[in-house]
């Protein structure tokens, strides 16, 4: 119990430290909004501040999401609620985070990725929503595995436990009953195949923008994260398949969970460190050297250069 009480520990200290870097980040979105209102060319790169905005959202209910599966935390809980509603939660658990808030994050990192070589950028608040809309399937078909599915396998057919087991009960030190979470299997099967062709499809985006990048740290930029992406997103749905083996109050489940949850992670702060902060800081940086430029007229092509490029990569 003492192992399972520290990765506990460590995953307390992770989420609190992805949602310090996720408020970081919201700050730098509102401080670009209010100095874009005075430039144009921040009103330009700005257009998809509601996208980016709902990067960071996403991540940050993901990380508050992980949450309700900490057995530190869920045996706290246990004195004030039921097992049934316990289990209610670890099933609402699965469903957030493999159906709504990681597919959530990780499609909009495409739509990101993808935009920055369209010469035309869509509406943000539309590309919000087209985002959101995107997820609705995989959210809907983890809901009937988690709370339908497993009722009507319980009748009539007969999957091994681990296919739909969202939770188990386990006897703590004093002989009280406390409900652990875990990951079915067929949930995990649900986010495999969404995390796959999510896979190609990036590797494809990426690829294109690589294409025309001639920037060498905007290529690096892109390669570093389509490195961790396509890296941790295979990597995390074998851990999630793998942990089926045990049960949650295993010291072997508590450290493959652990690596699911530093693979998610590790996409969560590239993402929001190349999406996020350093081109909003990038984009504020080439608006003070066009002030500077103003009475400067030996930068004025420099810097000229130097917004395009940042446009059409990041914005």
Known sequence: MSLLLV???VVLSF???LLLLSVFSLCFIFHLCFKSRTSHHLQRFNSLWTVRFLLVLSITFWALNELLRLPLLLRRTAK?????????LCKIHVALSLGFFEPAFLVTLLFL????VKKETPNGRWAAASVLLMTLPLLILQIIVLFFFAEFE???LRFPDYFVRSSVVVSGESNDKTVLCAYPLLSTTAFGSFGLGF???FLVSAWRVVSVVINKALRLRIYGLAFTVLVSLPLQIAMLGLSAAWLPDQAAYGSVSLAVFLLTFSCAVVGEGILVI???ADSLAVRGQQCFSTWDPWRRRHV????????MVVS
């Open 15 to 17: 989420i609190t430290a």
């Open 199 to 201: 896979s190609a499809m």
């Open 304 to 311: 000229a250069h130097g917004t395009a490029l940042d446009e």
């Open 113 to 116: 990725v993808d935009v920055s």
């Open 154 to 156: 319980a009748v009539t």
């Open 80 to 88: 004030h609620l039921s097992q049934p509603q316990q289990a209610t």
């Open 7 to 9: 990765l506990d520990v």
């Open 278 to 280: 350093k081109p909003i």
